[in-house]
């Protein structure tokens, strides 16, 4: 697979977004299973891994350690900081104290079998601290051997440069993807003025824009997607208008609609790799074609101009966690 520069850091053009693996989807995956997927990712030439503490909590970046440990030096983890894992604590508790912060970084490299972490994210960006003292936690990692490169998840423009001015930013995580793209107004060129990298997550629409899932599709239990708005029956059908103009396109293109959603954040920009996620290796390798899908400029045009007739409906988030968004 071809290889990307965010930031300072190279990586292959697709990463794998571990998430699901373990969260959010549902009961986690058998181990081995995961495992062998994981590895199936190496040999498919993916490089760049991403996981998080809050994943689990802690049983992502464990599997992924054990994973990933016979690959040490041949590729990159991502994982997160900032999230307050204490009893009695909330999904919407967030610390981002210095002190915690480096508590968090040791404990994720024994858990990842790592040295160093390559790419540790700010998860979500907390009010009560300022990004320079996150920012400058973050240095100090990185001046003691740590922690290689420095990322924010889900931040607004002015944060993103309140931190770049303090230590270096090499990437930001957030979702964009053709059905949410509210990243083009700020972020964006923000981004591409800095020098900073962008990892899509959601890439595919949490699943939807692969053109698997309609109204009547039933998650399983503890699968976060039925908490948000965005997949409510009702949403799911109005959006379906989404999913059809997607689905002409690419077979106008020889492509599956997952390969032209991938290939159109490929073709954006060359600093965007995304992260999508999946449990199937048959998913797996139909992600790495999209590595290869080329579209032109006329393509591009066409996928706009035929996506921007349709508005998607539904929020991506319920309230309180898209308050924790774009701050």
């Known amino acids: ?37 994981i590895r199936a990712a190496v040999e498919r ?24 440990e016979p690959f040490k030096g041949q590729v990159a983890i991502a994982t997160k900081f900032g999230a307050d894992l204490r009893p009695g604590k909330t999904p919407f508790d967030l610390n981002s104290r210095p002190e915690h912060v480096k508590a968090v970084a040791d404990a994720s490299l ?47 423009a002015a944060t993103i440069r309140r931190a770049h001015a303090v230590q270096r930013v090499t ?14 107004r700020e972020v964006l060129p923000t981004l591409e003025e800095l020098g900073i990298g962008l990892v899509p997550f959601g890439p595919l629409g949490k699943g939807y824009l692969t053109a698997t899932i309609d109204e009547h599709t039933e998650f399983a239990a503890g699968d976060f997607r039925n908490m948000i708005p965005r997949f409510t029956p009702e949403a799911r059908k109005a959006n379906r208008a989404l999913v059809e103009v997607l689905a002409m396109l690419a077979a106008r293109m020889q492509v ?4 032209l959603a991938l290939g159109w954040l490929l073709a954006r920009k060359p600093w965007i790799v995304p992260i999508p996620g999946t449990r199937k290796l048959e ?21 706009d101009e035929a996506t921007a007739k349709v508005t998607v409906t539904g929020a991506r988030y319920p309230e309180p966690l898209e308050r924790m968004t774009g701050r």
């Open 256 to 259: 599956t609609p997952a390969q």
């Open 1 to 37: 697979m071809q290889q990307r520069q965010i930031g300072n850091l190279e990586v292959s053009a697709l990463g794998l977004g571990c998430m699901g693996l373990t969260f959010g989807y549902g009961p986690a995956t058998d181990r081995r299973e995961a495992i062998e997927l």
């Open 110 to 156: 024994k858990r990842l079998r790592v040295e160093a972490i390559d790419l540790f994210y700010q998860h979500r960006v907390d009010p009560k601290v300022p990004i320079e003292d996150v920012a400058g936690a973050v240095k100090e990692l990185i001046q003691e051997g740590k922690v290689k490169h420095f990322g924010l998840s889900e931040a607004g």
């Open 171 to 184: 990437a930001v995580q957030s979702e964009y993807s053709l059905w949410h793209r509210a990243l083009e």
């Open 283 to 303: 998913r797996l390798e139909e992600n790495a074609a999209a590595a290869d899908v080329e579209l032109a400029t006329a393509d591009l045009a066409a996928i």
């Open 45 to 68: 030439g993916f490089t760049f891994f991403d996981t998080a503490e809050v994943y689990g909590p802690f049983a992502n970046e464990e599997l992924v350690g054990e994973a990933l």
